[in-house]
């Protein structure tokens, strides 16, 4: 027997073995060597007590002898290694029968080594030690194992969640891009396909009839007439359930037809129409819009009336869209200033109109600083007496090219341009300045007063009243000589701030002149509700005076109510003596028109002036 070195008490505790023999001789012998070396040891003396032992506490290592009465050492381990609970611990061996039968079986039953007797105590702890480490190894290898399994399992579950959201995300994506898309296509307001999708129909179509000579197609520039007003009257959120609605009803125009219904923003809308047959067929499209459109809208409720312009385009012999959708523009243009709710189809001609006009925008922006504009005079005459009042202020417009041109020709683009603010700035100016200069020049009893054109932009402007005051303190222009006119329309157009212009104008005692009356609007109401002191009954009844017994019919009623409402009147444009008889017949107290004079210079007028203005002696003034 080989000495043993002393246990080491660090490694105290190395393992639970169980001694399993029928000779309680080697049971002690192998319980003291392995104590001795720090392990615990149990010992039985039968296969069935090494069965009972190892259910009450599972040992680490079992030596185990071979041949027992009763229950031989392979019939315990082969139990053992069946029940899945204890398969796990290891089992040496240990017999005299040292033969190599003997040892295959040893394993074949389960056994992991085997150890022969008469023992050597070294190989014993050796072979013992090197088991329990396998073991231990086992043990730390499954432990290992369960933990990797576990993280697998976590990184799996982690994963999953992980991809979860990537799908979400994916999907998330891809809505937003589809709503991206619609968005890039489509008017936010009316969901209708927008200028950008179009333009890339208007271009599918144009390469269509560029491959097919028998294929037409349309395009409809539809503008709401008036529409401002109604945005402007029932708020910006009522307009836009208007533009919702009545792109509602054009749609149900195209409803069962090839092409599409956009919208351009504002009120402006196009309609494409595809595989048509003619320009026959486009116009009645047009004409169902109109229809459509007759019906009342009903907005905060308030039935609401509204039409549209619209102009037509075919679209052979084009190659642009954009200039498909410009003479649809043009078209729609002209048929809105030919009246309102009315269709156009595009002619040539209309083109190198749209450039004059272009060019008059541009030459009418240049106007003004190479001082083109001048103004004429036109006078007011009080018919009873034949005595001159005052002037109406007229501007005029010395073009460079085109020569002198009447405000018809180049307001209504003013107007358009906003140019017109500027520029009546400049008429109410420059007619202040003179109205001062004659008043200083020939002192009157009744002074000299003067009437200034306004237009509905001018009117609707914020600063009026305050420009309106700057220019009278500039000149020295006492406000009470001051006369202003604006058009019907003009007032009922700007029905909420007219109120309040009307009543600054008012508390500075500038008269206020209704021009044109009779041709407009045709409540008279407003007359109640507005501080209005002359009505200037149009020339088209005037000039029918004495010819046609209807319009005297007119004039008389409008003098009528005038005088009712204590307003004055002005006939505008008598030009025969005859008129003139039967206005002051009528009870007309003013008047103006070429009987009289016409609109003049600064001299000419300067003649009349000091020639003592008075018609009573001087009936005609050539
Ligand atoms: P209105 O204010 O009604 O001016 C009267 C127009 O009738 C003037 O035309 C005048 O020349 C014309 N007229 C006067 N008497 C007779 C007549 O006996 N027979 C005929 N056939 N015509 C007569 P005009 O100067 O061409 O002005 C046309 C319109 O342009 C004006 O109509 C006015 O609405 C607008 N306008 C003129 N000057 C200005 C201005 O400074 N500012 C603005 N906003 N509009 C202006
Ligand atoms: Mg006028
Ligand atoms: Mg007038």
Known sequence: ???????????????????????????????????????????????????????????????????????????????????????????????????????????????????????????????????????????????????????????????????????????????????????????????????????????????????????????????????????????????????????????????????????????????????????????????????????????????????????????????????????????????????????????????????????????????????EFFLVYQPLVQLMSGEMVGFEALIRWEHPQQGRLSPAKFIPAAEETGLIVPIGEWVLRAACQQLHRWQQHYPRSRPLTMNVNLSARQFAQAELMGRIDQILQETGVISSHLKVEITESTMMDNAESATTTLSQLRARQIELCIDDFGTGYSSLSYLHRFPVQTLKIDRSFVSQVGVNAENIGIVRAIIALADNLGIQVVAEGIETAAQLSQLKVLGCQYGQGYFFSPPLDQEAAERIIGLGSDWRLQPQVS
């Not at 611990?89 to 150890?115: C, E, H, M, Q, R």
């Not at 509204?306 to 385009?313: D, H, R, Y």
């Open 1 to 371: 027997m080989t000495s043993l070195s002393p246990p080491d008490p660090a490694l105290e505790s190395k393992g639970n073995i169980l001694v399993v023999d029928d000779t309680l001789a080697n049971l002690r012998l192998l319980e003291s060597l392995l104590t001795g070396q720090g392990y615990k040891v149990r010992k039985v003396l039968s296969g069935p007590m090494a069965l009972t032992a190892v259910q009450t506490a599972a040992p680490d290592l079992i030596l185990l002898d071979i041949n027992m009465p009763q229950m031989s050492g392979y019939q315990v381990c082969e139990r053992l290694k069946a029940d899945p609970t204890t398969q796990g611990i290891p089992v040496i061996f240990i017999s005299a029968l040292d033969d190599t039968f003997n040892k295959v079986k040893a394993f074949a039953v389960g056994g992991v080594d085997y150890i022969p007797k008469p023992f050597q105590f070294e190989e014993v702890l050796a072979r013992v030690e090197n088991q329990l480490n396998i073991r231990r190894m086992q043990q730390k290898l499954q432990e290992l194992n369960a933990q990797l399994e576990q993280r697998v399992e976590q990184r799996t579950a982690q994963l999953q969640l992980a991809n979860h959201a990537l799908q979400r995300e994916i999907e998330e994506r891809k809505r937003i891009q589809e709503q991206l898309l619609h968005r890039v296509l489509h008017d936010s307001l009316t969901d209708l396909p927008n200028r950008t999708q179009l333009m890339k129909r208007l271009e599918d179509n144009l390469s269509r009839a560029k491959q097919n000579r028998e294929y037409e197609f349309a395009v409809l520039f539809i503008d709401c007439d008036r529409f401002k007003v109604i945005n402007d009257s029932l708020g910006h959120s009522a307009g836009d359930q208007l533009l919702i609605a009545v792109a509602r009803r054009m749609q149900d125009c195209l409803q069962g037809s090839l092409g599409l219904l956009a919208r351009l923003g504002g009120d402006e809308f196009v309609m494409l129409l595809e595989h048509i047959r003619d320009v026959e067929q486009a116009k009645q499209y047009a004409e169902q819009i109109h229809q459509q459109l007759q019906k009342p809208f009903t907005l905060a409720q308030q039935d609401v009336f509204l039409n549209a312009s619209v102009g037509i385009v075919l679209g052979e012999g084009y190659e642009q869209a954009e200039h498909l959708l410009r003479d649809a523009d043009t078209a729609m243009y002209q048929a809105k200033s030919s009246g309102k709710g009315r269709y156009q189809v595009f002619e040539s001609v209309m083109y190198t109109q749209a450039i004059n006009r272009l060019q008059l925008e541009t030459d009418l922006r240049h106007a003004l600083e190479r001082q």
